[in-house]
């Protein structure tokens, strides 16, 4: 398959005679550009079925739930599913946390991590090479490897949660919105990409600001971060879609239901009512809607990140 | 928390300092001595909130990591040191062990494959055609939702009653199972998904290392008579050879640290056939409450994620010489 896909690529054959040669070879890029299609929507269709499964059984009648073989489309559509669910588990509560969390988590990003990327990409100042340098090392961790003193810090954290000074004494920030958003605020990899973004702009206009008189605050702000705009919508997706999409670290900090984000929602509403699949797959068409829609939306910005963060 | 973009920093960031064309030179700070203390506070000043954080969240973890690694900690009581009992026990646990071998082997077939996969996707998506953005998209689509709500999916397409795939098994007159509850198979199951995910991303960098392809080679090959297959191997393949190397680190990377689809599918079981080395991690500390011998755990995670990091770096490298 593949090899036929360069084929179609690259007709740079020498034609022999001009006229069937050509028609000869049109048939057969017609034809190996239908099995393409075929081949391609066939692996499209497998990455989209479980999706739509998902949608189906959300809208399914218990009854409908026990048949074996189970039916493709619901006998009748139970819409009514969503309210039920909604009432089983209080989704939209976890959708409302997991908003304020990716968004607040966007907004630290955005901020500090555009700064940092800047300063160490265009402000020349003593030890920036170490720092980058350090940045560069700690994107390297694996979230396991600091994810136990990440819990003890924010369990000792001095008086929250009726701490002491010394962090004892109470919880800290467990169960706080401090733990779901400051931790995670900022990554490595965030600077790391602004850094990159800001080092591929020119440097004669920073040149001519600072011999307008503006400040290095401003030429960051008013010059050069508007240049940076796609960049900012790209670093801006990931943070919130691997922000929504994040599980671990609020199943660690909370256990308040009012905290809880829609992830950990969902893992909970299982074990407590692991039967009813309908709701369950209501809850899960409700924690995948966001994401899907931002990506279909932003599809653009969504690849350019990953192409970034890639190959350069 | 990110743990999907390491490499980046890994193997440009090294060539990135040393091109980088912003050093203080002497003769600039000559011209305007007053200017540049005024831009080395600047610059410290941008920097520093991400340092606090960075510092605070990331580096002293780290640090703290390798520390209570040698405790004895349950979180209550004071840390006790205990020199090395808790890597001994690491390495004669046969649960970690398991989990340690589960890891391996969930890596050695997830990302091979999906790789295999995102090549060839990548390669029949790279040309003019219609619906392109709606291939891609499609299957980019497991990458972009979460794991646990895609586990969540998972769980009930796998479902030995009423599931999916075993209805459509029976379709063809294959006896259904009970995937995720078969010693046997639990592991298979998790890593189809596995593989399942991981196609999108790797097919996306796959797709913009095609772009900067020179067409010129595919002309002067034709030219040359040679074929599509020979072609893909002796032009595509080797001029992917870089994106392929950041591919396979960020994927071990990925794979390395498995977790959620585990948590929702099988919860480690049955009888430890899909618990992994992130898991255990995951139970010694929030479940038992050993923080030192969760520590120990993730240095041994982390060390053989930085050997393997290096080894592959190394494989290529020699290639290239």
């Given at each position: 398959?593949s090899?036929?896909?360069?084929?179609t690529?690259?007709?740079?054959?020498?034609?022999?005679?001009?006229?069937?040669?050509?028609?000869?070879?049109?048939?057969?890029?017609?034809?190996?550009?239908?099995?393409?299609?075929?081949?391609?929507?066939?692996?499209?269709?497998?990455?989209?079925?479980?999706?739509?499964?998902?949608?189906?059984?959300?809208?399914?009648?218990?009854?409908?739930?026990?048949?074996?073989p189970?039916?493709?489309?619901?006998?009748?559509?139970v819409?009514?599913?969503?309210?039920?669910?909604?009432?089983?588990?209080?989704?939209?509560?976890?959708?409302?946390?997991?908003?304020?969390?990716?968004?607040?988590?966007?907004?630290?990003?955005?901020?500090?991590?555009?700064?940092?990327?800047?300063?160490?990409?265009?402000?020349?100042?003593?030890?920036?090479?170490?720092?980058?340098?350090?940045?560069?090392?700690?994107?390297?961790?694996?979230?396991?490897t600091?994810?136990?003193?990440?819990?003890?810090?924010?369990?000792?954290?001095?008086?929250?949660?009726?701490?002491?000074?010394?962090?004892?004494?109470?919880?800290?920030?467990?169960?706080?919105?401090w733990?779901?958003?400051?931790?995670?605020?900022?990554?490595a990899?965030?600077?790391?990409?602004?850094?990159?973004?800001?080092?591929?702009?020119?440097?004669?206009?920073?040149e001519?600001?600072?011999?307008?008189?503006?400040?290095?605050?401003?030429?960051?702000?008013?010059?050069y971060?508007?240049l940076?705009?796609?960049?900012?919508a790209?670093?801006?997706?990931?943070?919130?879609?691997?922000?929504?999409?994040?599980?671990l670290?609020p199943?660690?900090v909370?256990?308040?239901?009012?905290l809880?984000?829609?992830?950990?929602?969902?893992?909970?509403?299982?074990?407590?009512?692991?039967?009813?699949?309908?709701?369950?797959m209501?809850?899960?068409?409700?924690?995948?809607?966001?994401?899907?829609?931002?990506?279909?939306?932003?599809?653009?910005?969504?690849?350019?990140?990953?192409?970034?963060?890639?190959?350069? | 928390m990110?743990?999907?973009?390491?490499?980046?920093?890994?193997?440009?960031?090294?060539?990135?300092?040393?091109?980088?064309?912003?050093?203080?030179?002497?003769?600039?700070?000559?011209?305007?001595p007053?200017?540049?203390?005024?831009?080395?506070?600047?610059?410290?000043?941008?920097?520093?909130?991400?340092?606090?954080h960075?510092?605070?969240?990331?580096?002293?973890?780290?640090?703290?990591?390798?520390?209570?690694?040698?405790?004895?900690?349950?979180?209550?009581?004071?840390?006790?040191?205990?020199?090395?009992e808790?890597?001994?026990?690491?390495?004669?646990?046969?649960?970690?062990r398991?989990?340690?071998?589960?890891?391996?082997?969930?890596?050695?077939?997830?990302?091979?494959?999906?790789?295999?996969?995102?090549?060839?996707?990548?390669?029949?998506?790279?040309?003019?055609?219609?619906?392109q953005?709606?291939?891609?998209?499609?299957?980019?689509?497991?990458?972009v939702?979460?794991?646990?709500?895609?586990?969540?999916v998972?769980?009930?397409i796998?479902?030995?009653?009423?599931?999916?795939?075993?209805?459509?098994?029976?379709?063809?007159?294959?006896?259904?199972?009970?995937?995720?509850?078969?010693?046997?198979?639990?592991?298979?199951?998790?890593?189809?998904?596995?593989?399942?995910?991981?196609?999108?991303?790797?097919?996306?960098?796959?797709?913009?290392?095609?772009?900067?392809?020179?067409?010129?080679?595919?002309?002067?090959?034709?030219?040359?008579?040679?074929?599509?297959?020979?072609?893909?191997?002796?032009?595509?393949?080797?001029?992917?050879?870089?994106?392929?190397?950041?591919?396979?680190?960020?994927?071990?990377?990925?794979?390395?640290?498995?977790?959620?689809?585990?948590?929702?599918?099988?919860?480690?079981?049955?009888?430890?056939?899909?618990?992994?080395?992130?898991?255990?991690?995951?139970?010694?500390?929030f479940?038992?409450?050993?923080?030192?011998?969760?520590?120990?755990?993730?240095?041994?995670?982390?060390?053989?994620?930085?050997?393997?990091?290096?080894?592959?770096?190394?494989?290529?490298?020699?290639?290239?010489?």
């Open positions: 398959m090899a036929e896909a360069v084929k690529t690259q007709p740079g054959e020498v034609p022999v005679t001009p006229d069937k040669a050509a028609r000869g070879r049109a048939a057969r890029r017609r034809s190996t550009h239908i099995a393409l299609n075929i081949a391609l929507s066939i692996g499209a269709l497998t990455m989209i079925i479980p999706f739509l499964w998902m949608i189906v059984t959300s809208l399914k009648s218990p009854a409908d739930l026990a048949q074996f189970p039916s493709l489309l619901p006998k009748d559509w819409w009514s599913n969503y309210p039920e669910a909604l009432k089983a588990a209080p989704f939209h509560i976890y959708f409302r946390n997991s908003f304020i969390i990716s968004a607040g988590h966007t907004m630290i990003t955005l901020a500090l991590g555009a700064m940092a990327g800047y300063s160490l990409a265009r402000i020349p100042f003593r030890g920036r090479e170490i720092v980058f340098m350090s940045f560069v090392a700690m994107l390297m961790i694996p979230t396991y600091k994810i136990v003193p990440q819990f003890l810090l924010v369990k000792f954290m001095p008086f929250f949660g009726g701490n002491d000074v010394f962090g004892q004494g109470g919880t800290g920030w467990l169960n706080t919105w733990a779901l958003i400051i931790p995670g605020g900022l990554s990899s965030a600077i790391f990409l602004f850094r990159q973004f800001y080092l591929s702009l020119p440097k004669e206009l920073e001519a600001a600072r011999l307008d008189g503006l400040g290095e605050f401003r030429i960051f702000a008013q010059i971060t508007p940076i705009k796609p960049a900012l790209t670093v801006g997706l990931l943070t919130f879609q691997e922000s929504w999409n994040n599980f670290w199943l660690l909370t256990t308040r239901d009012d809880r984000v829609i992830q950990v929602g969902l893992a909970v509403f299982r074990q407590l009512d692991g039967t009813s699949w309908n709701y369950l209501a809850g899960t068409t409700l924690a995948t809607l966001p994401m899907v829609l931002l990506f279909l939306f932003c599809q653009r910005y969504f690849v350019q990140g990953f192409a970034n963060a890639g190959i350069k | 990110t743990t999907t973009k390491p490499a980046a920093g890994l193997r440009t960031a090294g060539a990135a300092a040393k091109e980088s064309p912003r050093k203080p030179t002497p003769a600039r700070s000559k011209q305007h007053q200017g540049n203390k005024k831009l080395r506070r600047a610059g410290w000043l941008m920097v520093t909130p991400s340092i606090l960075i510092g605070l969240w990331t580096a002293l973890p780290v640090i703290a990591t390798f520390v209570l690694s040698f405790t004895n900690y349950n979180v209550f009581d004071a840390p006790r040191w205990i020199g090395f808790n890597y001994i026990e690491v390495w004669n646990d046969p649960t970690f398991k989990a340690t071998w589960n890891t391996v082997v969930y890596t050695f077939w997830t990302v091979p494959v999906s790789m295999a996969i995102a090549v060839v996707i990548a390669v029949m998506l790279n040309q003019k055609m219609r619906f953005t709606w291939y891609r998209a499609a299957f980019f689509l497991p990458q939702t979460a794991t646990v709500a895609i586990a969540m998972w769980l009930w796998f479902n030995p009653q009423q599931g999916l795939l075993n209805a459509a098994l029976s379709v063809v007159g294959i006896p259904g199972k009970s995937w995720l509850a078969d010693p046997d198979w639990a592991l298979w199951a998790v890593i189809l998904v596995g593989v399942w995910q991981g196609i999108g991303m790797k097919m996306l960098i796959y797709i913009a290392a095609l772009q900067n392809i020179d067409e010129s080679l595919y002309e002067a090959a034709s030219i040359d008579g040679a074929s599509s297959i020979r072609k893909f191997f002796s032009i595509t393949l080797p001029m992917l050879k870089p994106a392929t190397f950041f591919v396979f680190v960020i994927s071990v990377i990925g794979a390395f640290q498995v977790f959620d689809q585990v948590y929702v599918l099988t919860d480690g079981g049955p009888a430890n056939a899909t618990t992994m080395m992130t898991y255990e991690v995951y139970r010694s500390a479940q038992n409450f050993r923080m030192g011998m969760a520590s120990a755990q993730s240095v041994f995670l982390f060390a053989f994620l930085l050997v393997m990091t290096l080894a592959s770096r190394r494989l290529t490298r020699g290639e290239d010489g």
